[in-house]
């Protein structure tokens, strides 16, 4: 009586007596996500089909953005998207290829090679897509909420070999970084976490921490092990999915913003480069409307940048080209 007396408090608390709003009409589109006038665009190639050894019998489709401002004598920072075709989605919430697009031109951003790349799914499976992610049809719960390397094998061991022959692609794992979002975003988190030889910055928004396949330990885990080099954004609303079961009774190891803010305190306590937003949105990408490209720049703040009043290059948009 008391967990349902309270879970009827929380839903008034929430949404005000007999007012139904829905939080995520309150995340616009950022100017960031938008296309300027003058700004290079980057172009987007593939989608590449990747066979899989760390899961037989399954394929990664993916696809390269790769900005105007590339030279292929310099080497170049990596970004990689999980659930890619969220993140490039044209009309979708983030926009990547355009943010970026946006913040390499401004230098607020380094030049940086993205991948989108979508779970693993048999041939006779269907592609990922922004209204089905794949969860009941794809490799995705495996591959992203399972507690091991096997997926981080997929990134280090199967893609990057591919994207070296393709693309100066810098081998510091300072310049690496991957993200997600719900079961994406611990899967991006597993892969620094099990490579940071390779992968250094994660960015998480709405992360499955839970116990769908035993996530809610991280945070334990976090504590009992050696710190690794690795720089953390994470991104939750208080509207994700709570752990309320229909019933009334509660499972705090199925309550998506209390496991987000048990990995922020663990993350946090043990001295990691942490940082974190919580909204009120529900369980989704609409905050990252708002907040992705500071996730970006934050997660890339320290690359080079010169002080001499001298360099006419650094106070210059970056074309690409030598400012006359």
């Known amino acids: 009586m008391r967990l349902r007396l309270a879970g009827i408090l929380l839903s008034c608390a929430v949404w005000g007596w007999g007012q139904e709003t829905n939080p995520d009409i309150y995340y616009q589109l950022s100017p960031d996500a938008i296309s300027q006038a003058g700004v290079p665009k980057g172009e987007i190639k ?79 499976q269907p592609e990922p897509t922004p209204s089905n992610w794949g969860d009941r049809d794809t490799n995705r719960p495996t591959e992203y909420n399972t507690l091991n390397d096997k997926y981080a094998r997929v990134i280090v061991d199967e893609l990057m070999p591919v994207l070296y022959k393709e693309y100066n692609i810098s081998k510091d794992p300072e310049r690496h970084g991957i993200g997600g979002s719900s079961s994406g975003a611990i899967a991006a988190f597993t892969v620094a976490w099990e490579r940071p030889e390779h992968f250094r910055k994660v960015l998480s928004n709405v992360g499955s921490f839970t116990n769908i396949r035993g996530g809610h330990a991280y945070p334990d885990i976090i504590r009992k092990s050696e710190k690794k080099p690795l720089r953390v954004y994470l991104v939750d609303g208080r509207n994700d999915n709570r752990g309320v079961r229909p019933d009334g009774s509660y499972d705090p190891t199925r309550d998506w913003f209390l496991q987000n803010v048990r990995m922020q305190q663990a993350l946090t306590e043990k001295g990691y480069e942490v940082n974190y937003a919580w909204g009120i949105q529900k369980h989704g990408q609409k905050m990252l409307r708002t907040v992705f490209p500071d996730m970006m720049r934050w997660l890339w703040r320290d690359y080079g940048v010169s002080t001499d009043v001298n360099d006419k290059i650094e106070r210059s948009f970056n074309t690409g080209k030598k400012p006359e």
């Open 46 to 124: 593939g989608p590449f089909t990747l066979p899989s050894e760390a899961y037989p019998g399954t394929q990664h489709t993916y696809w390269v953005y790769v900005p105007a401002q590339y030279d292929s004598t310099v080497p170049a920072s990596l970004m990689i998207y999980n659930d890619g075709q969220a993140f490039m989605a044209p009309e979708g919430d983030i926009r990547a290829q355009v943010v970026m697009d946006n913040l390499i031109y401004r230098r607020e951003l380094p030049v940086m090679i993205a991948v989108f790349i979508n779970p693993g799914r048999r041939p006779d």
